[in-house]
């Protein structure tokens, strides 16, 4: 990673390189569950990285996107889930973005499911 520089005056990073910094921070966070195979190991590390709260809004926006694709309605999911409509606005949103990365890490979990229940018609 690159070497930052603290701001002579306050001792603070400048905001370019708390930038860097971050994503720097995003790739190898990335590369490493990219490697990872055990859903078990990196579902203790949410827990050290992330507040329960935390976790539990990522988990329903991954929840809600399904909902979504799987057809029901953003009024369904907000009244299922207990949800204000702009908290889905923003997966229903990324769902509609051409070649939107939520989208294929939700077909790829669905072909994975598939592929653990035996239902790819290749039994």
């Not at 935390?54 to 909902?67: D, G, H, K, P, Q």
């Amino acid at each position: 990673m690159k070497a930052v520089r603290e701001s002579p005056a306050s001792g603070a990073l400048e905001a370019e390189e708390i930038e860097a910094i971050i994503a720097g921070s995003c790739t190898e966070v990335s590369e490493v569950f990219a490697a990872e195979r055990d859903p078990a190991r990196i579902r203790e590390f949410f827990s050290c990285l992330f507040t329960p709260s935390e976790v539990r809004e990522f988990s329903l926006r991954w929840a809600l996107v399904n909902e979504m694709l799987a057809g029901k309605t953003q009024r369904e999911i907000a009244r299922r889930y207990g949800m204000s409509l702009c908290k889905i606005t923003r997966g229903s949103r990324e769902l509609k973005r051409e070649n939107s990365p939520f989208r294929r890490m939700i077909e790829m979990h669905n072909e994975l499911q598939k592929r653990r229940t035996g239902k790819n018609g290749k039994n």
